[in-house]
């Protein structure tokens, strides 16, 4: 009997010896993983994109007993566009300057007279400052600033005709929608109106001086890459 209890007494001791022993080796299970969070989605970046919509304004003359008055333009705009988004908080703050040739011509002509006139843009430009307040990757803002467009201006008489190519500068004022359906890329809904200040046309030989103003809307639609 003492043989058999001093053998399961040195058993025991064997498996306590081999349990220490297993519990000092390394694991054998991996590490933990860390949790991967989505990055939290800013504004704040660079941008260039493209642009492509419909414009349709009015150009008004104050010599409208010469040349009378002129049709509504309408056509096709599109161009391309810089800037620069900073978030804080929600409120975002932009600057972005847009590049647009343009389709817009209007003429008028009175029969009596002979006298014809037209009105075309070629481009125009634009350099604005944004705000916005940012729902997530929803970014509803209005802008508003500087703006400028080559217009050519020209009337026939009936023994000649002249023209004036001009650069004129005024304002500009919209709002839109911008939406983030990737973190680099956005697509833009927007609306703009455009104020270029009155031009002088004048006739060689001081016929008659008149004033040419050029106004227009412009609804467009954009697409940016966020750097």
């Not at 729902?135 to 008489?157: E, S």
């Not at 609306?191 to 001086?209: A, H, M, Q, R």
């Amino acid at each position: 009997m003492k043989k058999y209890l001093l053998s399961s007494v040195a058993a025991l001791g064997l498996v306590a010896a081999g349990a220490a022993s297993a519990a000092d080796l390394p694991s054998r299970k991996g590490p933990v993983v860390a949790p991967v969070y989505a990055p939290i989605f800013t504004w704040t970046g660079f941008y260039v994109g493209a642009n492509a919509g419909y414009g349709f304004g009015q150009v008004d003359s104050t010599n409208l007993g010469v040349i009378g008055k002129y049709d509504d333009p309408d056509g096709f705009v599109g161009g391309g566009q810089i800037g620069y988004n900073y978030q804080i908080g929600q409120f975002v703050l932009g600057l972005e300057a847009d590049f647009q040739g343009a389709d817009l011509k209007s003429q008028t002509a009175l029969v009596a007279s002979g006298i014809r006139a037209s009105n075309e843009l070629n481009y125009f430009g634009t350099v604005r400052g944004r705000v916005g307040y940012a729902f997530d990757r929803f970014l509803p803002y209005v802008t508003g600033g500087f703006a400028y467009g080559q217009v050519k201006n020209k009337i026939t008489t009936p023994v000649a005709s002249f023209s004036d190519d001009n650069t004129q500068y005024g304002w500009t004022l919209g709002g839109g929608l911008e939406y983030a359906f990737t973190n680099n890329w956005t697509a833009k809904i927007e609306y703009l109106y455009v104020d270029l200040d009155k031009e002088s046309l004048n006739v060689p030989g001081g016929t008659f001086t008149s004033k040419v103003e050029t106004k227009f809307s412009v609804v467009r639609a954009g697409l940016n890459y966020k750097f």
